[in-house]
Nanobody, 132 residues
Framework: QVQVVESGGGLVEEGGSLKLSCTVS????????LGWFRQAPGKEREGVAC?????SVPYYRNSVEGRFTISRDYELNLQMNNLKTEDTAIYYC????????????????????????????WGQGTQVTVSS
């Protein structure tokens, strides 16, 4: 079974930085489209950033563009700078098999992926809290 594990969340003051990391237990990262989602209390899960392969053009949601950077080598990273209170949420890493139906469309003009679908794997989430 594929396991996705996030790390790096925590508490930071507004304007500060955090780096999230994500590892996938099976295969190589090239087998997956990778991305970050977040869910704040009382809100729906939303796509934050995604990257199909190393060297491809990443997607960022408007509210984080210029502040967050997604990258992948042996793990998936999300460097978050100039954090704002509205960034407070649980952050989830998603690994989507490129060969799956979801993998054909994820991060190709759309940051969305079904929460439950063949080939879609989620981490348990890591809390990011930004204080004012």
């Amino acid at each position: 079974q594929v396991q996705v594990v996030e790390s790096g969340g925590g508490l930071v003051e507004e304007g500060g930085s955090l780096k999230l990391s994500c590892t996938v237990s099976q295969g190589t990262l090239d087998m997956y489209v990778l991305g970050w989602f977040r869910q704040a209390p009382g809100k729906e899960r939303e796509g934050v950033a995604c990257l199909r392969r190393g060297g491809s053009v990443p997607y960022y949601r408007n509210s984080v563009e210029g502040r967050f950077t997604i990258s992948r080598d042996y793990e998936l990273n999300l460097q978050m700078n100039n954090l704002k209170t509205e960034d407070t949420a649980i952050y989830y890493c998603a690994a989507v098999e490129i060969a799956s139906a979801a993998g054909l469309t994820y991060c190709r003009g759309s940051p969305n992926v079904p929460q439950a679908a063949p080939g879609v794997y989620w981490g348990q989430g890591t809390q990011v809290t930004v204080s004012s």
